[in-house]
């Protein structure tokens, strides 16, 4: 497994901007989005950004993913609204994933780390097109 590369500054600000108990878990998903993108065909680079304050990635083979935490300070892994990546996800992986409405994986502390769950998700959104 190839190690996330380090943090660019202005990213590591925004997870420093966020409660302190979820950067862990968000840092978490990071390594893991990373982790991800080296299993998926035609992924050569993986785009780190920020997207309205949130650590944003990007491949060229799907939809964006941004990490942050929800209004009442759960933290998440968001989707593109208008994906069916959420949608289809809570058809398969309702028991061991929650969720907000169509654009957010919640991954609270209270819970064992659902990896597996999460990696599925992590594929469905960097291998996703519009049309498929």
Known sequence: ?????????DIAAA????????QPVLLRLRDLIYEVATMVPGTTV?????KW??????????????LGVTKTGVPALF???????????????????RFEGNRAVLVPQDMPFPEAALRQVIH?????????
């Open 53 to 66: 304050g949130q650590p944003s990635y990007a491949v060229p083979t799907g939809t964006p993913l941004r």
């Open 124 to 132: 469905a959104a960097l291998t996703y097109r519009v049309g498929r």
């Open 15 to 22: 997870f420093e901007g966020l409660p302190a108990l979820a």
């Open 1 to 9: 497994m190839t190690p996330a590369p380090a943090i660019p500054n």
């Open 79 to 97: 989707v593109h609204c208008q994906t069916t990546v959420v949608s289809d996800a809570r058809l398969v992986l309702e028991p061991y994933l």
């Open 46 to 50: 993986v785009i780190e950004t920020l």
